[in-house]
């Protein structure tokens, strides 16, 4: 099955900074998520984004499938955006999401 | 309703009993899936529903997972003979059609003692 690498595993940031984290897939795929899991356990969603790129207000997303990869772009960091933020990847064999090991983030104060 | 919603949030059950897990899919999805979450990992696939039927089950561990989607909407995860192994937090998704946008419940957290 398709294989998905995020990096870095775990980041901690001072509140106010930016930070790129990255999805690599082994795979063509014909879906791309990310989202983030808060302390409470759940999944949000931030992006739908199989190519091309996006902005939610202080986030941002690009995937570039030709080379299997995806980046998420926090600005302005707050701690309420500390959690654990997944990507997902539903390859063209199945109509499953497959989840990488996750980034944890810990923004402080 | 407004999301994907489950039932119970929190589930304790003795080993070698029987559970059911309750997913409520966002209305008018097609397609719906069942994960599992275990501690410090990503969600896991189990099973894949288009409309009533499983389109794709190889996630199911063993015989002693089953789900069911019987007119196309609720769906419930049962196990038989629960292991300790199996606590986790069980997951449901939903979207519009398969490859479309998923959207995940809050999680039913299942802990075996």
């Given at each position: 099955g398709i294989q998905v690498e995020q990096s870095p595993p775990d980041l901690i940031l001072q509140e106010g900074a930016n930070s790129t984290l990255r999805c690599n897939f082994s795979d063509s795929v014909n879906n791309l998520q990310w989202f983030h899991q808060n302390p409470w356990g759940q999944l949000i969603n931030l992006f739908y984004i199989p190519s091309g790129t996006k902005q939610n207000g202080r986030l941002s997303a690009t995937t570039v499938a030709t080379e299997r990869y995806s980046l998420l772009y926090i600005s302005s960091?707050?701690?309420?955006?500390?959690g654990v933020y997944f990507c997902a990847v539903e390859d063209n064999a199945g109509n499953m999401l497959t989840f990488g090991g996750g980034t944890r983030l810990m923004v402080k104060p | 309703g407004a999301g994907v919603s489950q039932t119970p949030s929190n589930k304790v059950t003795e080993k070698g009993k029987y559970v059911e897990l309750r997913c409520d899919p966002i209305s008018g999805h097609t397609a719906l899936y069942w994960y599992r979450q275990s501690l410090g990992q990503g969600p896991e696939f189990l099973i894949y529903f288009q409309g009533t039927g499983a389109?794709?089950?190889?996630?199911?561990?063993?015989?002693r997972f089953f789900a069911v989607r019987p007119e196309g909407s609720v769906s419930t995860l049962k196990i038989q003979?629960?292991?300790?192994?199996?606590?986790a937090v069980y997951l449901c998704a939903s979207s519009l059609t398969p490859t479309t946008e998923a959207f995940f419940g809050q999680g039913t957290r299942l802990t075996v003692v």
């Open positions: 960091s707050q701690t309420t955006d500390s | 389109a794709d089950d190889s996630g199911l561990p063993n015989d003979r629960t292991e300790r192994g199996d606590s």
